[in-house]
């Protein structure tokens, strides 16, 4: 403990030091007339603070509005897809519309998937 502390000691004064520098160059630009620039230089360097926490908690509504969980219609395999966008199931591949926070079949159920064959009709 006694071997960290003047290291810490000397991180807080450094600290300290870039603090004062700081206050020192805005006192000297308040004093020549140059205060919008200190106002200026912290509406940024709060606005910079403040950006990441915003955009941080939009992300998070965003995701909490569009990031839907549920299961698969055909499977039941659970996984996560965005509301309002096409998805495949991850298990059987299946294509997937979310819509209203829920997974549905883009193809309506009791359709059966077969292909379409041409009926030739010199064979009637
Ligand atoms: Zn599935």
């Not at 403040?50 to 908690?57: C, S």
């Not at 965003?62 to 966008?85: A, H, K, S």
């Not at 549905?104 to 009926?119: M, Q, S, Y």
């Amino acid at each position: 403990m006694s071997q960290n502390f003047p290291k810490i000691a000397q991180l807080n004064f450094s600290g300290i030091g870039c603090w004062l520098t700081l206050i020192l160059t805005a006192l000297l630009l308040t004093s020549v007339g140059l205060g919008w620039v200190v106002n200026s230089v912290l509406i940024v360097l709060g606005l910079m603070l403040i950006l990441p926490v915003i955009a941080l908690f939009a992300v998070q509504w965003w995701l909490r509005r569009n990031v839907v969980e549920d299961q698969c219609p055909v499977c039941q395999y659970q996984f996560t897809g965005f509301n309002g966008t096409m998805s495949r199931c991850p298990n059987c591949s299946e294509p997937l519309k979310i819509e209203n926070g829920k997974f549905k079949r883009i193809t309506p159920p009791g359709t059966i998937d077969v292909e379409a064959v041409d009926v030739d009709a010199s064979s009637q």
